[in-house]
């Protein structure tokens, strides 16, 4: 029952979310590099932060019961840049967000961790569009939106099954879904700063990492 209510309620700002991370260019594969390094920095800003959030906002035993560590996808974002020629980490340290999203409970946690697993488990639609994508060739592997590979559906099916069960402990679940929102418009307002901008041109040159960006171009 929650799912559905999930689904429904967050439908506009997952359509909103979609549109701007460039569904139609990934559908018809016309992805450029320079709108895929966007995608990965956009998502390595958004996802680290989310994941401080969790872990600032949890105790030590929620934390551990939700698994949260095994679902961090900040290394993984850090590895794609590297492979692109730029320097993730140097990138995070020196880019202060306008706002920060906060968790305060389980019930808020699992809001957040319906939009960031679902994007997870969307992630594999999306990695069967890139691999075909001529412009996209030249890159070998795909780290952030191969997801958690063979086990991605079993990991969105324990997170379905949280979701049901904090349900019948508190059938109350408006703060499930207003986090989930919450966390939708969140990826939306970093995204509307930093896709398809001059600016994103600006970071991929400043951040670009010497030892890789011979082998990297835009």
Not at 56 to 69: F, H, N, V
């Amino acid at each position: 029952m929650i799912l559905g209510h999930l689904k429904q309620k967050t439908s506009g700002q997952h359509k909103i979310l979609e549109k701007l991370f460039y569904q139609d260019k990934i559908l018809n594969y016309s992805l450029s590099k320079v709108e895929y390094k966007e995608l990965l920095l956009v998502n390595l800003l958004v996802h680290s932060h989310l994941e401080e959030a969790l872990e600032k906002g949890l105790s030590k035993k929620e934390y551990l019961a939700l698994e949260l560590k095994k679902r961090r996808k900040t290394s993984w974002l850090l590895q794609d840049l590297k492979r692109q020629g730029i320097n993730g980490e140097k990138f995070l340290n020196e880019t202060t967000l306008a706002s920060k999203l906060k968790v305060n409970n389980v019930k808020e946690a699992l809001g957040v961790l319906y939009v960031t697993e679902g994007s997870t488990l969307g992630g594999k639609f999306i990695l069967r569009k890139l691999v075909l994508n001529p412009t996209l060739k030249f890159i070998s592997e795909f780290i952030f939106f191969r997801g958690y590979e063979g086990s991605t559906g079993q990991y969105w099916r324990e997170i379905q099954d949280l979701l049901n069960s904090q349900e019948v402990e508190h059938p109350d679940t408006s703060s499930v879904i207003n986090k989930a929102n919450e966390t939708f418009s969140y990826f939306i307002s970093v995204a509307e700063n930093y896709l398809g901008k001059s600016k994103s041109l600006d970071l991929i040159s400043k951040y670009a990492d010497k030892e890789t960006s011979n082998t990297a171009r835009l």
